[in-house]
């Protein structure tokens, strides 16, 4: 094997569970060379099938200390604080010493834009990612709003319009808030449907909105539709089209081929044909766009049923999750954009 070249070698250590790969890199100077040098790094694969265990599946014992191997590169661990549970970072992990604009990258990767307004002044980007993610955390296992008093969310109406809104964090249910606007639309006798749209590290954004099968086109949401279905990407694209795979922030293992479609069982966009929905429905009146916390017990529920467990979305989060969305006004508050 050390006759090997070494972008071989690289490949078959590549191939290794973590524990094993720790132990090869030390039995000699020809391996500890191959398994240290940043271009080469066999260590991504182990790590990276280390993260992508099923949800609560405990992450292997010698990943928490990895950070104290030099052999690591350090650019493996971009790609564990972005990717990794927020708890095990924050209470078993040894996090390593980084550069400040590779904590940069690692609080671009995992939060959403709009999360920036939470770094000090001079505070640097290390600090401020382990401040936001022990405040998301905390949002995420309990009911306390005391950092975040109003939620701000999106409603795309069907005019090509769309407002961003608040409401008050503490009773905030975003079911309750649509059913408001349904109201005020005359499409309260119609079922709420909600999709999950994208799912990050600590958030997934949802969407709530009303299918029908109305008679003529004034009340149908063209925006909506181009909202939850990119123009020019199906089903069936593997990464192909007009669109690049989402990176700031990224997508979990769910949805990471996203706005790709991915095969996880969970990505459920396409759940009809062409311009319609299923059972031939077209989406009317407005929707609504809004990002919850990840908790312990989020998936045992429908999406919009853990009260106070949301976080803002802004309209710099609605660019970076759909940067194909052209709207025709955006408009801060209430207001329909007629004047």
């Known amino acids: ?23 090869t890199s030390y039995l000699s100077r020809r391996l500890n060379y191959v398994a240290s040098d940043s271009s080469l790094n066999p260590w991504r694969g ?13 992450y292997e014992p010698s990943l928490r200390s990895l950070s104290e191997r030099s052999t690591v590169p350090r650019q493996n661990w971009i790609e564990i604080l972005s990717m990794a549970r927020a708890d095990w970072l924050l209470l078993e992990a040894t996090l390593p010493s980084l550069k400040d604009s590779e904590w940069e990258e690692c609080f671009k990767r995992r939060f959403l834009p709009s999360w920036r307004k939470w770094k000090g002044e001079d ?6 990612f382990r401040k936001i993610l022990m405040r998301v955390w905390h949002r995420s296992i309990t009911s306390c709003t005391t950092d975040e008093s109003w939620t701000r969310y999106i409603l795309i109406r069907r005019n090509g319009v769309a407002n961003e809104l608040e409401a008050t964090s503490r009773n905030f249910s975003p079911v309750l808030v649509f059913d408001d606007h349904k109201m005020q639309s005359n ?7 909600i999709r999950l749209v994208v799912e990050l590290a600590d958030v997934r954004i949802i969407a709530l909105g009303v299918l029908n099968k109305p008679r003529g086109s004034t009340t149908v949401n063209e925006k909506a539709r181009t909202f939850l279905h990119p123009p020019g990407i199906d089903r069936n694209d593997a990464g192909q089209g007009p669109h690049r795979g989402m990176i700031y922030p990224l997508p979990a293992r769910s949805h990471a081929n996203y706005p790709f479609y991915t095969p996880s069982g969970e990505d459920k966009r ?8 299923e059972e031939g ?5 407005g929707l609504m766009i ?28 609605l660019a970076a999750i759909a940067p194909w969305l052209e709207l025709v006004k955006k408009i801060d508050g209430p207001g329909l954009g007629n004047d």
Do not use: F
């Open 1 to 23: 094997m050390e006759s090997l070249p070494v972008e071989l070698i690289a490949e078959i250590l590549g191939e290794l569970d973590l524990p094993s790969l720790i132990i």
């Open 46 to 58: 182990p790590i990276l099938r280390c993260l992508l265990v099923q949800p609560g599946t405990p």
């Open 123 to 128: 505070e640097g980007w290390g600090p401020a």
């Open 187 to 193: 499409l309260d006798h119609l079922e709420t449907r």
């Open 270 to 277: 396409w759940l009809g044909t062409e311009d319609r929905e």
């Open 281 to 285: 429905m077209q989406w009317v009146g």
């Open 290 to 317: 809004a990002a919850q916390i990840i908790g312990p017990r989020t998936k045992e529920h429908s999406a919009a049923t853990n009260r106070s467990q949301y976080a803002s979305l802004s309209w710099a989060d």
